[in-house]
């Protein structure tokens, strides 16, 4: 099982960058598949998530508006363009596999390694 991911990098605030998670070693398609971060010295904290078939988004308060999520299940990548980039954006940002069990409890099978995002002038 693999997660790569990459498009970090350093950007001045307003600035853009997209994000691209690649994923091999499981059936991408079943599942959930979300973003996170974790800036300097904090925890890890939830960016964004998408559901099965694209349809169903979610996303933290502090990225709504600016943040968009997206797969493409034939190229098995996940996505996320970051737009209006400001200083409490810099993070290392991770991608994972997340499965829904029958009783609603949401587990993180498999993350990916992170891509570090400085937003600096």
């Known amino acids: 099982v693999q997660l790569q991911a990459s498009g970090g990098g350093l950007v001045q605030p307003g600035g853009s960058l997209r994000l691209s998670c690649a994923a091999s070693g499981f059936t991408f398609r079943r599942y959930i598949m979300g973003w996170f971060r974790q800036p300097p010295g904090k925890e890890r904290e939830f960016v964004a998530s998408?559901?099965?078939?694209?349809?169903?988004?979610s996303y933290a308060d502090s990225v709504k508006g600016r943040f968009t999520i997206s797969r493409d299940n034939a190229k098995n990548t996940v996505y996320l363009q970051m737009n209006s980039l400001n200083p409490e954006d810099t993070a290392v940002y991770s991608c994972?596999?997340?499965?829904?069990?029958?009783?609603?409890?949401?587990?993180?099978?498999?993350w990916g390694q992170g891509t570090q995002v400085t937003v600096s002038s």
């Open positions: 994972a596999a997340i499965r829904r069990d029958s009783g609603g409890t949401y587990t993180a099978d498999y």
């Open positions: 998408i559901g099965w078939s694209d349809s169903t988004t």
